[in-house]
Structures are given as C-alpha cells and as structure tokens.
C-alpha cells in the first residue's frame, strides 16, 4: 500500500526520524505538564471553573491549552500570553519606526524582535496570572494568602515561558512550527472526548448510527471547505528584467506573487470573540431593565441569530483590518522595482500599487465572507442537535488552526521526502501549507 511505503520511506532518513520522535517526546512533555495542579489547589473543587471555561474567552484560552486552564495545570494559562505578545509587536510594527527599522534588518533584526517579545510576555504574564488566580474557586485553594499568590504567579509565568521554550525547540530540532504545533495539539486532545460525547448522546437523545454517520460526512465535507479557504491564492504574475552578469543572464523568467484569499488568518475569529465578550462585562455594571435584559439575552445565547449576524459582521471587519496592516502593497511594489520586477500590463509604481490594492480588496471579500461562515458553523451545528463539544470541530478558531498547522507540517514532511528522492505525501501534486511554503506563526 502507498500509506505503508510511505511511512516506511519517512523512516529511512534518519534525520526526518529524528525530528519525528523528538517532536512526539516534547509533545508528551507538555501534555504531561498540563495535568500537572499548582501547589496549593484542590483539583476536585475545579468543576465552578470548568463551567466557566465551557464558553466565551475562557473556553477559548481552554481550548488552546489543552484543558490546562481549566486543570489549574501549572501550564494554565499555555500559549497565549506569548500570541498576545506577538500581536503586539506585529502591530507596533506597522506604527513605530523603530519596529519598522528592525523588520528590515533581516536576520539580527529577528532576533532583537524574538527578544523584546519574549519581554512583553513576561510582562503580560505579571498581569494575566494575578486575573486567572481571581478566577479561581475560593473552596479549591487549601491556604489562600500572600505567599499562595507570589508562588502560583512564579509558577504559572514560568511554565508559559516553559510551553514557549518547548515550542522553539519543536520548530529547531523537530518538524513543524513548535508554537503552532502546540496549539494543534492542545485542540486535538478535546477530539476524543468530544466523539465519545456525541456517540452517547446520539444513542441516548435520538438519531442513532445513521445521524452520527450524516454528522461525519457533513464534517467531511467541511474540512475539504476550510481547506480550500487556507489554501485559496490568486497568483499575480511578476515579469523581470533580463541582466548580464559577467557570462551568466539573470531574470528574464515569470514568476508569481501568491496573494492568499484568506490573508489575516484566524486573527479575525479571535478578535471578534475578544469583543463578543465585552458586551456581557459592560452589563453586568448597568441596571437590570427591560432592555438591558434582551441585550445580555442576545450576547449570551451563543447560538442565536442575534449573536451570530454580529458575529460574523465582526469577522468581515476585522478580515479587512488585518489584512490591511499585514499586507503592505507599497512594500511590495517597491520590493518588485528594487529588483527589476513589474506586473505585465500595469506601469510600476503607483499603478502597481493601486493594482495590488485592488486585487487585495476584491478577494478579501469572498474570504471574510467564508470565514464569517466558517466560525458560526459551530452555532449551527449546535441548533441541529449536535453535542457542543463536538460542534466545536465544524469550525471556529479550532478547525482553521487544525487544518493550517496539519497542511504546514505534513508539507515539510513531504519536503524531506522529495529532497532524498522518494514519492511524496499525494500520488500527484504537492502539499501546500499555509504561506505556499514555511510555516506560519499564530
């Protein structure tokens, strides 16, 4: 069988094997750490937080933790703090010119922003670990006090910067991009528990065999969809200049600017549930009238119509925002006209750019608009009977991370493979991941 052939020539190059079973050792090590209770906490008095983390932002840090947050694990509070981290400096890339200066540094520049940002997470980590001990049931902690709370904080900002090392070293000496793996694995660890859920409740509620079967064919062919939202590129063609050099001619060939339908990534679902969750806050502080009542109603009821059109209304704004200060038209232009490069049939400079504006605007729309769809899937899923937690898989943040990090990771397995002469992953074509190349970095 292919399969075989093909897991047997992974097998075969040793340093593919390798990276394999480190990534499946630092992988285990932080699962195991994500069962690991702060010192102090009573883990069976947990069931008031796991009922928080069910849904809204706390579901949503949950679920990238792996259950962590809501274990009291001395990983709880994963991965994000390091994303918020990253955010920020991506954005203070687009504003302040020292960020702008060091973007283009290269390799040194890189480095000096991979520092600054490990900084801010500490920092983040100073404020978010003092909230997540806030949240914690008062009947869980056995000696709550000063020394509790300076003891969990230490723990919990260094089991964040633990997680983060551990990512790097995935991305270093395993296969994949280690942050984004982390993640990955962290949503995949609810699968199970989420399929022996739906089972139960089919054959105790109704529906039976068949229904499950309907369920997973339906989920089929929403794979397949986001697939085709994280794949989906329009390819500008790039003609450049013919250049002597000495006896050998450079440029004169075609190539393609790979302009992604879905640029901003699952930024705009994370976003748009970070201010979903707002709305909630702002009423608990505003008297209980008859209209503050519907609006918590509608802010609260996750698979209602109300909640969802506004939803998605965020998703498409946000796709447009994100894909403004990520994709820089003028830089690309530029870069195209530095190195001899034009767009057939469009004059460069201000031509090109206002061209590649275009281009970016007309595609973004079907991709936010498919996005939009993407993350009230789950809604829908719920209002047809399908148990919560399962529903979580017909799309969402969850779905677009799991497809994108797969595809990036099972492209650079392919890549080993063809680089030492064997078949690749597919009989024909090739696996692309997200950036058309290297991994992308939640």
């Known amino acids: 069988m292919k399969l075989i052939e093909t897991i047997r020539n992974i097998f075969k190059i040793e340093d593919l094997k390798s990276r394999i079973i480190t990534t499946i050792g630092l992988v285990l090590v932080y699962r195991l750490g994500s069962f690991i209770v702060l010192p102090g906490i009573n883990p069976t008095q947990l069931t008031e937080l796991k009922a928080q983390t069910s849904q809204g932002v706390m579901g949503l840090l949950d679920m990238f933790s792996g259950g962590a947050f809501s274990n009291a694990s001395v990983f709880g509070l994963g991965i994000m703090p390091y994303i918020s981290a990253s955010i ?20 040194s520049g ?17 404020f978010q670990s003092p909230a997540y001990l806030a949240n914690l049931p008062e009947v869980a902690i056995s000696s709550p006090g000063l020394m509790f709370k300076i003891t969990s904080i230490m723990i919990l900002t260094a089991g964040t910067m633990f997680v983060m090392w551990l ?4 991305t270093e000496k395993g296969i994949g991009n280690g942050i984004s793996l982390i993640i990955m694995i962290g949503i995949i660890a609810r699968l199970p528990f989420a399929v022996v859920a739906e089972f139960v409740s089919r054959f105790e509620e109704g529906g039976g065999l068949v229904m499950l079967l309907i369920e997973i064919v339906v989920l089929f062919f929403v794979f397949a969809g986001t697939i085709l939202l994280v794949q989906g590129t329009r390819r500008i063609p790039v003609q450049y200049a013919k250049r002597i050099v000495g006896n050998k001619q450079y440029g004169g060939v075609r190539q393609y600017i790979p302009l992604k339908v ?14 979903m969750f707002v709305p909630l806050t702002l009423a608990g502080y505003v008297g209980g009238d008859s209209a503050n009542n519907w609006f918590t109603a509608m802010f ?9 059109a506004v939803f998605a209304f965020l998703i498409i704004a946000f796709t447009y925002f994100y ?17 001899g490069g034009f767009i057939p049939g469009v004059k460069p400079g201000k031509k090109t750019i206002e061209f590649l504006d275009s281009v970016m605007s007309k595609i973004t729309l079907p991709g936010s608009v498919f996005l939009a769809i993407v993350a009230i899937l789950p809604a829908f899923a719920s209002m047809a009977g399908v148990d919560r937690m399962f529903a979580q898989f017909y799309g969402g943040t969850s779905l677009l991370i799991l497809v994108g990090v797969v595809l990036d990771t099972l ?3 392919e890549s ?3 680089m030492r002469h064997y078949d690749g992953l597919m009989k024909s074509g090739r696996i692309k991941g997200r950036t058309g190349g290297g991994p992308a970095v939640y």
């Open 88 to 107: 920020v400096i991506q954005l203070l890339g687009i504003a302040v010119p020292y960020f702008q200066r060091l973007q283009r540094e290269g390799e």
């Open 110 to 126: 890189r480095r000096k922003i991979n520092q600054i940002t490990r900084y801010l997470t500490v920092i983040i980590l100073l």
């Open 167 to 170: 990512g790097e070293r995935i």
């Open 262 to 275: 879905n640029a901003a990534g699952v930024m705009p679902i994370i976003f748009a549930q970070a201010i």
């Open 300 to 308: 609260s009821d996750y698979t209602g119509w109300g909640y969802n």
């Open 323 to 339: 894909t403004a200060i990520t994709i820089n038209p003028t830089q690309m232009a530029e870069d195209m006209k530095r190195n």
């Open 411 to 413: 492209q650079q397995i």
């Open 416 to 418: 080993h493979l063809l």
